[in-house]
């Protein structure tokens, strides 16, 4: 017998690994059209509240998410990471 899958009938709780699902079929649904389209995905934050789209092509996306670390994410939720941070000098 085939594992039940949790009801989801009382809702889909917004989680990163939602939005990822979410942003799979959308990207499964039309990776056969244009791959170069830009498409708006979920922003795949941990944010509860969060539905801000990420504006990338398909080919963007297919790319991006052969990183299994790679998330989506808009402008405002990236993490600001400093790439490298400067030497400091101390004289
Ligand atoms: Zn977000």
Redesign the pocket.
């Known amino acids: 017998m085939a594992e039940s899958r949790q009801s989801r009938a009382d809702g889909i709780a917004r989680t990163p690994e939602t939005m990822r699902g979410v942003n799979e079929m959308i990207w499964e649904t039309l990776a056969r059209g244009d791959r170069h389209a830009v498409v708006a995905f979920f ?1 795949e ?1 941990e ?1 509860p509240g ?1 539905y ?1 789209p990420v504006w990338l092509t398909l080919e963007t996306y297919e790319q991006s998410r052969r990183d299994p670390a790679w998330t989506a ?2 402008d405002i ?1 990236r993490p600001a990471r400093p790439a490298a941070e400067p030497a400091e000098a101390h004289t």
Do not use: D, E, P
């Open positions: 922003c934050c944010s969060c801000q994410l808009a939720h």
